[in-house]
């Protein structure tokens, strides 16, 4: 059985991301996600940064 993400999901208004992470989606799969919008899958890798649509989180590429 696997443990539970300790993360919730939309607590932060910016998160820091690296290449080994994508492809990113909001979500992540670190986060609890019963609680959260649908999951959505962000192009960040073009401009370094992503808004999420739903919650607004923003995502900063930093690698």
Same mark, same amino acid.
């Given at each position: 059985?696997?443990? $539970?993400?300790?993360?919730? $999901? !939309?607590?932060? =208004? =910016?998160?820091?991301?690296? =290449?080994?992470?994508?492809?990113?989606?909001?979500?992540?799969?670190?986060? $609890?996600?019963? !609680?959260?919008?649908? =999951?959505?899958?962000?192009?960040?890798?073009?401009?370094?940064?992503?808004?999420?649509?739903?919650?607004? $989180?923003?995502?900063?590429?930093?690698?």
């Amino acid at each position: 059985m696997t443990t $539970a993400p300790s993360q919730p $999901a !939309n607590t932060e =208004r =910016r998160y820091e991301v690296v =290449r080994s992470q994508l492809p990113l989606s909001c979500p992540t799969p670190e986060m $609890a996600v019963w !609680n959260s919008h649908p =999951r959505v899958y962000l192009p960040i890798e073009a401009t370094g940064s992503a808004k999420c649509p739903y919650c607004g $989180a923003l995502f900063v590429l930093t690698d």
